[in-house]
C-alpha cells in the first residue's frame, strides 16, 4: 500500500528522498532565500529534484519510472523542505542584515522592532 503511494521500497524513499534530495531541496531553498529571490522560485526547483529523484529510483533501484503519485509525492515532500529552508534563511537574513528594523520571532518569523 505505502510502496503504491511512493512508488518505490521504503528505504529507497528515506536514503534518496529524504537524505540525498532532501539535503539538495534543502540547499535549494537556502540558496534562493539568499538571492532574495521570491518563495515560488523554489517551485519549479523542487519539481525538476523529483524528476531526477524519480529517474535514480528507476536506474539504481527498478522503481517503476512513470510513477505518477510517487513523482508527485516525493516533488512534494521536497517542496516542503526547501520551502522550510527558503523561510528559516530567509528569516535569518532579514534579522542579521536589518537589525534596527527586525528581530526573531520564532524559527519561521521575524516581527518589526518598530511596532
Known amino acids: 500500500m505505502l510502496e503504491d503511494i511512493l512508488g518505490t521500497r521504503l ?3 528515506i536514503g534518496l528522498t529524504l537524505i540525498l534530495f532532501g539535503g539538495t531541496a534543502f540547499m535549494t531553498g537556502q ?3 539568499s538571492t532574495w529571490k521570491p518563495w515560488w522560485q523554489i517551485v519549479p526547483y523542487a519539481f525538476l529534484l523529483g524528476l531526477g529523484d524519480r529517474f535514480l529510483s528507476y536506474a539504481l533501484f527498478q ?3 512513470l510513477s505518477w503519485t510517487g513523482y508527485v509525492v516525493h516533488s512534494l515532500i521536497l517542496l516542503a523542505i526547501a520551502g522550510f529552508a527558503y523561510r528559516v ?3 535569518h537574513r532579514l534579522v542579521s542584515q536589518y537589525p534596527w528594523l527586525y528581530e ?4 519561521l518569523s521575524w516581527r518589526d522592532r518598530r511596532g
Open 11 to 13: 528505504p529507497v524513499f
Open 31 to 33: 540558496a534562493v532565500a
Open 89 to 91: 534563511t530567509r528569516a
Open 63 to 65: 522503481a517503476e519510472l
Open 104 to 107: 526573531r520571532a520564532g524559527l
